[in-house]
Each structure stands twice: as C-alpha cells, then as structure tokens.
C-alpha cells in the first residue's frame, strides 16, 4: 500500500524528517467518520477532530522515537504515520540499551501528552474513570467542543499508550521485550520469544473478543470487531518477523559451515570447519570479503567526513550540524572506543 502524502518536518537547525501519511491512516479515518455519522448530525464534525488529534499524537509518538535514535548514535530520516504508531522505525545500533532507550521514547511522549491533559481534566470536572476504557470510552463527545477535544486527546493518547506497551509485534512492547531478554539470551532466541509471546498474546485478545460479544448486546460492534482486526495484525506481524529471524539463521549458518563435506556438514556444526577448494565454498568467502571490504569502505569514507564537520565544529559551532551529521559523530566515536577496547 503506497503513502497518500508526505512533507519535510524542521524541528530546530538540527532535525529534519521527512513526513508520510500512510494510506491505512486515512482508510481508519475515513471509516471512523463514516461510523461517526451513524450516531449523531454533528459527529462528523468530532470525526475530523478525532483525526487530527490522532494523527498529531502518532506524530509525536514517532517523533520520540527519532529524537532518542539520534541519541544513541542511530539515525531518523523519515516518519510513516498510521493508525497506532508508525510504520517504520529508526536505525539504531544492534545492541540492547539503545533498541531499549528508543523503543521506549515513543510511548513516554503519549504519557507526556496524558499528564498534561489530566488536571485540566480533573479542573473542570470531567470525569477520566469513562476514559480508560480503551475501546468504547464512555461519553466522549459529550459536551461543549473545547471539552470533547480534551476528552479524545486523553483517550487517543491513553490508546496509543496502552497498544504500544502490549508485549506484541509490532508494537514498542515487543522491541522492549526482546531488549530484556537481549543480555541473557542472544538476539535471535530473544526475537523468537518475542514472537511466541506475540502470538499467545492475538490468541487472547480473540478470546477477550469472545467473552465481550458475548456480554454486549449485537449492536456494541466496535467494542469487539477492534479486538479481532488487532489480534490478526498482532499474528500476521510476529509470523512475518519469525520468517526474518529464520532467514538470518540460515543466512549466517551459511556463512559458518564447510560445504566442501557436502550438506552432510550442516548436522555437524561442533566439528571444525576444513579449507576447501569448492565453487560454492570460494563463493562464499568472496561474499564474506566484499562485505568486509564495503564495510571498511564505508567507515573510511564516514571518517572523511568527520573531519571536514570537525573543522566546520570547531568554527561555527554544535548548532550548525544537522542531525545526520551529530548522528555520524556519534557512530565514528563509538566506532573509536570499540577499537581501543579491542
């Protein structure tokens, strides 16, 4: 599905981000206002409102999750909005602490967003307890304009929260499941619990849809139709993820087994590898040496780089970096501790 628009976000002198809406954001919105004018004469109104509040909220989630990448030394150059979060996500290193510290970004914005909201809730008396339901919130549009807006920034940022921190791909709680996980298991056992645990998790959203249709009378169908469309997203997200995972296993096994031994050798991964003259053997040494060398290119090009940014660094100053550039300092930096630990 393509992206329906998109635009260029200046946050300061040193954050640019280019902006897309994706399709699935506007097919929600345009289905929530066609459920909207079922209700009342003047929902539709509320409708639009409700969309752009979302579509504000999403933004800030993603934008967190930018401004934490581009801290641990990752980089953010674009954003996808849709309909709980974005459709995307930030380059950062391949370790624990930063996956962890930029996962976690995106739904401490939406906790902001709810700790501002929340005295003025409470200032003018309306009541939060009918907001925590995060799928049919009680009286939401009641009331004057200014009151309904409050209202869906609370309920809208308190969904996003709550979605985003359920241990499901793939959603943040997922990432930060796996990041947990990361220290005492390897990366791929850790993305392969996340993925079982993703899966128990749509098995019981479909029961709580169950258990809620069968409470709520036929005409509450948004309080479990939700459930299910998120189940099968929540599904769908972690078999795909789990194919990714056995693509890389056997990606890197491919690399570590010696094939001159026929494919025999594949179930004999403790035995010591042989040198072998074979086609396919010497094939994958040259794989493995053009990436070494297209690695090594590209870290010398990057410290060229770096030292035209320190000259102009050291002569306009922090401010006159843009965010990809403090994010290449940050990288060859880390990049520099690492060989000297070595």
Known sequence: MSDSSSWSLQLGRWFRVHVRMHALFVVVAVFALFL?????????????LSAAILFLSVLAHELGHCAAA?????SAESITIGPLGGLGY?????????????????????????????????????????????????????????????????WINWLLLTVNLLPAIPFDGARMLRTLLWPALDYRTAGLVAVRISKLTALGMCLLAWVVRDWQSADALSAWVPLVLLATLVYFSAQQE???????????ELFSYD?????????????????????????L??????????????????????????????????????????????????????????
């Not at 995972?245 to 056997?250: F, M, S, V």
């Not at 770096?306 to 050291?314: A, F």
């Open 36 to 48: 909207s004018t079922s209700h009342r004469d003047d929902a539709i109104a509320y409708g639009f």
């Open 70 to 74: 581009l801290r641990v030394a990752g």
């Open 90 to 154: 930030p380059e950062v290193p391949r370790e624990s602490q930063p996956e962890l510290i930029t996962a976690l970004a995106g739904p401490l914005m939406n906790l902001g967003i709810l700790l501002l909201t929340l005295p003025v809730l409470a200032a003018t008396d309306i009541s939060v307890s009918t907001l925590l339901n995060p799928i049919v919130p009680g009286a939401l549009i009641d009331g004057p304009w200014w009151e309904v807006g409050l209202k869906l920034t609370f």
């Open 242 to 252: 789990g194919a990714r995972l056995d693509a890389t296993e056997w990606d890197e």
């Open 259 to 283: 094939f001159s031994q026929g494919y025999t050798s594949l179930e004999r991964g403790s035995e010591p590898a042989r040198r072998a003259g074979s086609s396919l053997r010497r094939w």
């Open 285 to 342: 040494e040259n794989r493995r040496e053009l990436r070494r060398r297209r690695r090594q290119w590209q870290e010398q090009e990057e410290e060229r780089q770096v030292d035209g940014i320190l000259i102009r660094l050291h002569e306009t100053g922090m401010d006159s970096l843009s965010a990809k550039e403090r994010a290449l300092l940050d990288r060859v930096s880390a990049r520099y501790r690492n060989r000297q630990r070595s």
